[in-house]
């Protein structure tokens, strides 16, 4: 069954360093998400992702975060420069349409030390 | 602005008991989408539901989408410990691309 896949699955990073999150989405799919969830809070949205540009984000995206499709199956998550309240949990989601079953990856842990 | 609610917040049952989960929508939805969630972990897609009135159930958990599509039920029968986790209620709207996420439910059961 195609699932979502993100790399890696637990990343320590100093404050201030740069971290990359990776995701490949289904292969099928055009719409692309990422969303965070701060332990024991509620998963927040971050960005959507169509046609190679952001369709839509939230506050939380500011211009610290960036995402990229660099190739035909990578859909990456980049902080610039890490907080220590970054520290989430941050999941990836695809879709096929605009409206529909967003399927997750298993999601990549992130603590900033 | 908090466009799903969910209630209750937690819940603790025992073993063999039914409980209900409550997802309420400030705007009628295209969909509406349950999922659970392990402690720390992923989130596991349970059930979707699209039309108004629609029902599904798989195991021992049905999922109920009121007439107006503003209003979801999640249900589960006879709670083992399996049941523990966070439950999460997801919806999409008619306009925006923007995916929401209740509060969750964290439940647990008692053996």
């Known amino acids: 069954e195609p699932e979502v896949t993100q790399t890696p699955s637990h990343q320590v990073t100093q404050m201030g360093q740069e971290v990359i999150l990776r995701c490949v989405p289904i292969?099928?799919?055009?719409?692309f998400y990422w969303y965070r969830q701060i332990l024991g809070q509620k998963v927040e949205f971050l960005v959507s992702?169509?046609?190679?540009?952001?369709?839509?984000k939230s506050e939380i995206f500011d211009d610290q975060f960036s995402v990229e499709r660099p190739d035909g199956s990578n859909f990456t998550l980049k902080i610039r420069s890490t907080k220590l309240e970054d520290s989430a949990m941050y999941f990836c989601?695809?879709?096929?349409?605009?409206?529909?079953?967003?399927?997750f990856g298993e999601g990549s842990r992130l603590t900033v030390l | 602005s908090q466009e799903l609610e969910q209630s209750p917040q937690s819940l603790i049952v025992q073993e063999g008991k039914n409980l209900t989960i409550n997802c309420t929508s400030s705007?009628?939805?295209?969909?509406l989408y349950w999922y659970k969630q392990k402690y720390g972990e992923g989130l596991i897609f349970l059930m979707m539901?699209?039309?108004?009135?629609e029902e599904k159930s798989h195991e021992k958990i049905t999922a109920k989408l009121d007439e107006k599509k503003q209003q979801s039920s999640l249900h589960i029968t006879a709670s083992q410990p399996s049941h523990a986790g966070i439950y999460l209620c997801?919806?999409?709207?008619?306009?925006?691309?923007?995916?929401?996420f209740g509060t969750g439910t964290s439940l647990t059961v008692i053996p």
């Open positions: 539901l699209q039309k108004g009135g």
């Open positions: 705007k009628t939805l295209y969909g």
């Open positions: 997801g919806a999409d709207f008619l306009t925006g691309n923007q995916f929401y």
């Open positions: 292969s099928n799919h055009l719409y």
């Open positions: 992702f169509y046609n190679n540009e952001i369709s839509e």
């Open positions: 989601a695809s879709s096929e349409r605009n409206t529909g079953e967003l399927f």
